[in-house]
């Protein structure tokens, strides 16, 4: 009994810990003219989560095609996700930061494992810790547990479920929300086992998602259904960062009347289950709230600062002296420094590839081509000896 | 050959009951007997020769010939390219270090004591003294021990005894705080004073409270336990519950950590940044018009702020870049100040301060550097919209845990912004942001003193380490039991052994109470650890489900496989009935 009431507070400690940085990753997944909707569905999702606060360098958005600039645009360098045309979300001020070809499977998976290359800007990273919220937000063309990439490759359900399984694993989010707007987009999370996701999806298995409405002028589709009443909420309900609407509020806002298909979304795998999952802000996902904390007036005396500078900066001075005497007898750190810059050095020269499987010594390659060689001018020589008898 | 169907017709006659009259089945029960002699004679079938021993070899040879070729060569060759290689990992060393198996951690730490007495006497206090304190302690992982400084030295030289608390003097003996006895005559004894900057608690005592050889405890020794219990209760509470919260192998012995202060240290976990090597920091200036458009930030940096980050130089290092950015606006989604006549200000609602950097709009965390960024926002707002100060408190600076701090710098009411801000009026901002510094840095709020405070940290920041280090294998050796389809190169080998190698070194030193030493590697095994888990290799693309595999397997090898194993069959069979006959 005594012992329980020991942990409790400090149980309680890990239990409810704040996040204190959102991340958004936005993907669309479709190349080609007539699939605008697809990626007017990310720029508007885009728009609305920065508007909302998350900075530009905490978003990763992967935009396979450059509607803005292809050929049949008949609004050359916009896009627009109404066919009143009101809001151009291309705008002036956006980052992409996986383009075209380097929308892949292999790019989305690396990117949510952080299994990048050491040469890797930071703003295509996703640099979470246990303490981060993420987004993820996909559309695109899928079907039973899968959502193709660019008409070439396409991800499993299985797949992004150990992606984000390996997240949780080296603690790289607090909370995720996933949402996906495909056809049979529910199943593309019915693979997950990693906890405090909250899932949510446009459509069940054996349906299609629909688009919304199309632009005569531009000439396709504009944006998706789900997609649409989704932003519908988001701009008219949650005006300012202070919005304390909730993710129930925003799952209550589906219509299957509206939608045209049956959105789903999934609890089970978040910490206290549905009543947890529908109490979360809508802001806590797609805006960037922390607690700050205010600072009163002047608290300290700032003669007495000054004061402590010096006496910190004599301090320092004494320190190096100190130092400088002991140089001699401090191998110890010197050593280990060493051996860490050795590794890096390793690690830079070695070369990489999808699937290494091992590294064959230079040497033997080297000694095979040149038997190689030798043999093919034993059996010249030997040829022409034996044709000259 | 005749068409094996005829013969299946021929055999089983009685179920075709509308076979036709002209078939020479062996049903003769209408046709004449004459007639059928002659017609059996011209249908039947000549029996093949029987077949001979060569050519019977011969067919077996080619069926056991392709067999070979499937099983030797095929088989191996599949195999070979299909496999995924896996180095072989420590698995269970890997997770006895995240279950915290292979290493408790301890603290030792060693205290000098310097006490102008005989050397029975001291040691007699120093005896009860560590029997008070051992009394006190309810954290077994976190213990003080006492020893005599040597040589005693006489008050007056102690001065130069001063150790620095952020590089161990000598490596063999880490010394955490040294207690200096001084016998006084006057005043309320005993008392004590703790060095603000430097490891060192001046005790005051009257020559008559040494406590008598005969006597087991004594209000000195008793009072000198309690200081010291008291200057290390947070460093305690820290370590505790970073032990707690990230192995829960050790069930807190701990039961003076309130409800306050475990709330007091979630709020310092939340505000401090993750330990890295290098930190990059920002000062920015904003300014929603054209002034102020200078600082005077090189001269402020190097008074306000150098000494600080050199005091952190054993822990971390530092890089700063400074920015001034004009006409910057607020976010157009935050409520914009209003005027408050009370204060006679303008007013920001405190709900609105997360919103007040416009993240969309101002140029901050440049992707530059390994670090993480930490930003300093040093905004002066128009002139027309000041002074401009937060409702709630009337305070004019914030802190964003894990981002940085935000200080608002009003201009002088009765005069224009100045054109460039002089290093005066940039004091307090850079007051303030040091102090923020500090929290996001981790540093403890007590004892007062600033090397034990480092040293504090330190402390805390090397058992950080080697728990995220362990925790990294921990997870590395789930994930390689879980996804059998993820290639594992033997690098990764490699960087799992150099981890747990540097782990083990770090738990030696923090055991012998080297703590330098002890943060230095286990700074080595997070790189390690964090490049074994993040080998980019590593990566689990294409995980194909059984019945995808089967898919895949079926329209190629089918229509080879069905041949093969149909003909192996007969022949075994015609093999085991020749045996049988």
């Given at each position: ?36 909707r697809h ?30 600039c ?14 009143d ?37 930071r ?9 981060s ?38 603690k790289r ?12 987009a ?17 459509s ?12 005569s ?76 904390e ?17 006496a ?47 590294g ?10 040149a ?7 034993g ?6 000896w034996?044709?000259?008898? | ?49 029987p ?20 099983v030797l ?21 890997m ?6 198996k292979?290493?408790?951690p ?21 005896r ?8 006190l ?33 000598r ?144 822990i971390?290092?530092f ?29 920001l ?6 919103g ?32 401009l ?9 914030w ?8 200080f ?70 789930r ?40 943060l ?5 095994a997070?790189?390690?650890a ?13 995980y ?11 329209p ?26």
């Open positions: 009994m005594k012992f329980s009431t020991v942990l409790l507070p400090l149980l309680s400690v890990c239990a409810s810990a704040e996040h204190t940085s959102n991340w958004a990753v936005l993907v669309s997944t479709s190349r080609f003219w007539f699939n605008y990626l007017a569905n990310v720029l508007s999702l885009y728009r609305t989560v920065k508007r909302l606060g998350i900075p530009d360098s905490q978003i990763i958005l992967m935009l396979p095609d450059d509607m803005a292809n050929p049949r645009n008949a609004f050359p360098g916009t896009v627009y996700n109404n066919a045309r009101a809001l151009d979300l291309y705008g002036d001020n956006i980052e992409v930061d996986y383009r075209g070809y380097e929308v892949t499977v292999e790019n989305f998976i690396r990117l949510m494992t952080d299994r990048v290359s050491e040469d890797m800007p703003s295509k990273r996703l640099m979470t810790d246990e303490r919220n993420i987004l993820v937000y996909m559309t695109g063309h899928g079907g039973n547990e899968f959502l193709k990439f660019q008409d070439a490759e396409e991800i499993s359900a299985f797949d992004l479920a150990d992606a984000f399984e390996q997240m949780w694993e080296k989010y607090h909370e995720m929300l996933f949402m996906i707007d495909t056809c049979q529910n199943t593309m999370y019915s693979k997950f086992y990693s906890p405090n996701i909250l899932a949510t999806g446009s069940e298995i054996d349906q299609s998602s629909y688009s919304h409405h199309a632009d002028d531009v000439g396709v589709a504009v944006i998706d259904r789900y997609t649409y009443y989704n932003l519908e909420f988001l701009e008219t309900q949650v005006r300012d960062p202070t919005s304390k609407l909730t993710m129930g509020e925003l799952f209550d806002s589906y219509d299957e009347e509206k939608i045209h298909s049956h959105p789903g979304i999934r609890y089970d795998l978040f910490a206290g289950g549905e009543a947890a999952g529908r109490s979360r802000l809508v802001m806590d996902f797609f805006g960037n709230v922390q607690n700050v205010v600072e009163g007036g002047v608290q300290k005396n700032e003669t007495e600062w000054q004061e402590e500078l010096a910190i900066d004599r301090m320092i001075l004494e320190t190096r002296r100190r130092h400088n005497e002991s140089l001699i007898t401090r191998p110890q750190s010197q050593h280990v420094v060493e051996e860490a810059t050795s590794a890096d050095s390793k690690q830079a020269l070695r070369k990489e590839g999808a699937v290494r499987v091992d064959e010594s230079g040497w033997a390659k080297q000694m095979v081509g038997a190689a060689l030798l043999g093919c001018a059996i010249w020589a030997a040829g022409s034996l044709e000259s008898l | 050959m005749p068409p094996p169907a005829v013969a299946a017709a021929d055999a089983s006659p009685a179920t075709h009951t509308d076979s036709t009259s002209t078939s020479t089945s062996t049903s003769t029960s209408t046709s004449s007997q004459s007639s059928s002699n002659a017609l059996d004679a011209v249908n039947a079938r000549p029996q093949p020769p077949e001979t021993k060569e050519s019977l070899w011969l067919r077996r040879s080619v069926i056991l010939s392709f067999w070979a070729v499937v060569l095929g088989l191996p060759v599949w195999w070979r390219t299909t496999a995924i290689y896996r180095a072989d990992l420590p698995l269970q060393g997770t006895d270090w995240a279950d915290g292979s290493c408790k301890v603290f030792p730490l060693r205290i000098a004591v310097e006490a102008p007495l005989s050397p029975q006497e001291a040691h007699h206090l120093l009860t003294t560590q029997h008070a304190l051992d009394d302690n309810e954290f077994s992982a976190h213990h003080l021990r006492l020893m005599l400084a040597d040589p005693p030295l006489p008050a007056n030289a102690s001065q130069q005894v001063v150790s620095d608390g952020i590089g161990s003097t490596s063999d003996e880490d010394i955490a705080l040294s207690i200096r006895l001084i016998p006084v005559e006057t005043g309320t004894t005993p008392r004590s004073t703790l060095q603000p900057y430097s490891p060192t608690l001046d005790v005051y005592y009257m020559p008559n409270q040494i406590p008598s050889a005969s006597s087991t405890g004594s209000p000195l020794a008793t009072y000198i336990a309690q200081e010291l219990h008291k200057i290390f209760a947070e460093e305690q509470a820290l370590l505790a519950s970073l032990l707690f919260s990230t192995s829960g192998v050790h069930t807190a012995k701990i039961k003076s950590l309130s409800a306050e202060t475990a709330a007091e240290l979630k709020r310092q976990s939340t505000r401090a940044l993750k330990y890295a090597p290098t930190y990059h920091l920002t000062f920015s200036l904003f300014t929603p018009t054209f002034a102020p458009s200078g600082w005077d930030i090189e001269s402020a940096l190097q008074q306000y702020l150098t000494p600080l980050l050199e005091s952190f130089s054993a971390s290092n890089t700063v870049d400074t920015q001034v950015q004009l006409y910057a606006t607020f976010s157009p989604s935050i409520h914009q100040p209003e005027y408050d006549e009370d204060l006679r200000s303008w007013s609602r405190k709900e609105d301060l997360s007040f950097i416009n993240a969309a709009e101002w140029p901050l965390s440049p992707s530059i550097g390994k670090g993480p960024t930490v930003n300093f926002v040093l905004f002066v707002p128009d002139q027309n919209q000041s002074p100060l937060v409702k709630e408190n009337g305070g004019n600076s802190l964003i845990p894990q981002w940085g701090g935000v608002i710098l009003n201009p002088p009411r009765d005069s224009d912004t100045p054109r460039i801000l002089g290093k005066e009026a940039l004091t307090p901002a850079f007051h303030t942001f040091s102090n923020q510094l500090l929290s996001l840095l981790g540093l403890p709020q007590t004892p007062a003193s600033l090397p034990l405070r480092l040293s504090t940290l330190k402390r805390v920041r090397a058992a950080s380490l080697i728990f995220s280090a362990s925790s990294t294998l921990g997870a590395l050796a994930l390689y039991q879980a996804l059998p389809s993820i290639p594992v190169p033997d690098t990764v080998a490699k960087s799992v052994d150099l981890t747990t190698s540097h782990l083990q070194q770090a738990c030696d030193h923090l055991r012998e109470g080297r703590f330098q030493g002890a230095e590697h286990a700074r080595t997070e790189a390690a964090e490049k074994a888990f993040f080998e980019r290799s590593m990566v689990g693309q294409v194909f489900p059984d019945e995808h595999k089967v898919a895949v397997y079926m190629l090898l089918g229509p080879v496989a069905v041949p093969l194993v149909m003909a192996a069959l007969k022949e075994l069979k015609s093999i085991i009935s020749g045996l049988r006959k």
